[in-house]
């Protein structure tokens, strides 16, 4: 079974940037799409990324479209999600998330298996 975990939040201000990780044990790692998910308080889990697993093709939420980048490597089991000019409204536990490859629809739902999350924190 794959497992997941994230890492790379904080606290940033306005405009700056963090990159988070996520590691995934395991040997199937590139037979998965791989997504970013994130949940602010009081609102409901969203999407925010996904990437097929070639690299190939990304997917973004129109939220974070042109400031978070999102990128994996598939020899280190490793799925990134680079956030530039972050906004307050960024501040949310932002998830790693892994879908069964088979899965062709748009990967904005339906994921298989999740990662405990990691906090990120923009002050204005």
């Known amino acids: 079974q794959v497992q997941l975990v994230e890492s790379g939040g904080g606290l940033v201000q306005a405009g700056g940037s963090l990159r988070l990780s996520c590691v995934a044990s395991g040997r199937t790692f590139s037979t998965f799409t791989m997504g970013w998910f994130r949940q602010a308080p009081g609102k409901e889990r969203e999407f925010v990324a996904a990437i097929r697993r070639s690299g190939g093709v990304t997917y973004y939420a129109d939220s974070v479209k042109g400031r978070f980048t999102i990128a994996r490597d598939n020899a280190e089991n490793n799925v990134y999600l680079q956030m530039n000019s972050l906004k307050p409204e960024d501040t949310a536990i932002y998830y790693c998330?892994?879908?069964?490859?088979?899965?062709?629809?748009?990967?904005?739902?339906?994921?298989?298996?999740w990662g405990q999350g990691t906090q990120v924190t923009v002050t204005s």
């Open positions: 998330a892994a879908r069964y490859e088979y899965k062709s629809s748009y990967p904005r739902d339906d994921y298989d298996l």
